[in-house]
Structure formats: C-alpha cells, structure tokens
C-alpha cells in the first residue's frame, strides 16, 4: 500500500489526462481501423463490430511491447537519442498533419451486404490489421516517448500504462462506433460536412501533439 501510495506522488497527472484525451480524438477522426469496425457493423451486426474491435486494440500490446523495451533502453544509454526520437516524432506528426490536411475529408461507407464472418475470425483480422501495420508502430514511437509521466518509475512500466490508456481509448470509441454504426451511418449521410469537421480535429490534434513534443523536455 506504501508502494502505491508512493507511485502516485510520482505521476504527473496533467500529462498522462493530456495523452487520453489526444488519443480519444485520435480514435474519433476518419481512419481505416475504425471506419473498418463501422463498415463491419453495418454489414454483420454490432457483435461482428465488436470482434473486429477487440482484435485492432489486442495487437496495439505488440507494438507496445516493442516501444516498452527498445525506447526504454535508448533512455538509460543515451539523452541525445532520446531527444532525436521526440524529434523524429514532432517531425513525423507534422507530417501526418500535412496527410491530412491533403486528404479528402470525405467518408466513404461501403454498407453493401456482404457475407458474415465467424466472430473469432473477425477478431483474429482485427489482430493481424493492427500489428501487421508498420505505420502503427511508427506512430506509437512519434507519440508515446513524450508523455512519460514520472521521473522515478520504470519506463518499461509507464509505455506499458500509456499502451493500456492508448487501447482503453480506442476500445471506448470504437466499441461505440460498433453498438451506435446504424445511427453513425445514418448521420454520416445525412451530414456531408461531418467528415470535415472531423478532419480538422485530427489535424489540430497532430500538429498540437507535434508542438508538445517540440517543447517538451525528457
């Protein structure tokens, strides 16, 4: 219980409540892991949605383990990799923000019938779509290393609790884009300019993340 109490003298609670929320307005914008769990949804059911999202957030524990150990060494070794990884992030979300701004804001929907999968099968897709992504475990490496939130506990443990909080996020809104797709849909139709809004939340998000980072020490 000491121990406890003494881990969370040591957390710095702004920043890990600033990291839910980017990564809540993250899972909110437009991109293919969620627009794939609505399109699912739509077609096969909300326990089909539900599959598919459990499987996207089960592999983001991959490359979090890979973040965990390969980040965490670089710390103990070197301040200067350090601070070229946060830059590298900075640079790499800038970059995404450009992506974006580029991109069409437009949501395509494919809502045709198609055949339903078994719900394991789903799931296991969702796995492989998330860890099979290299571009997830780049973003996880532009993203994680500035929101350390404590000077004294381990590192390896705190990419751990922003991985947790990372899939915590994504489980909240994708699992209600699953149970809510039919209205979702519906809305989406109906208001052609939702998928600009959404565009510019992702890229305020990125480029807000982006100068954190900049600014940001370790």
Known sequence: MHSLFLFLETVNYPILIGFFVSSLALAISPGPDNIFVLTQSISNGTKSGLATV???VSGCLVHTTLLAFGVSEIIKRSDTLFFAIKLFGAMYLLYLAYQVYRSDASIAIDDKNRPAKPPMKLFWTGVTMNVLNPKVTIFFLAFFPGFLF???????IQFYILGL????????????????AGKISKYLTRHKNAGVYLKWVQLVVFVGIAIYLFLSDK
């Not at 994504?170 to 699992?175: D, P, R, S």
């Open 54 to 56: 459990f499987g996207l």
């Open 165 to 180: 909080l990372f899939m915590l996020s994504a489980l909240i809104v994708f699992g209600a884009i699953a149970v809510l």
């Open 150 to 156: 404590s000077d004294e506990l381990n590192t390896v």
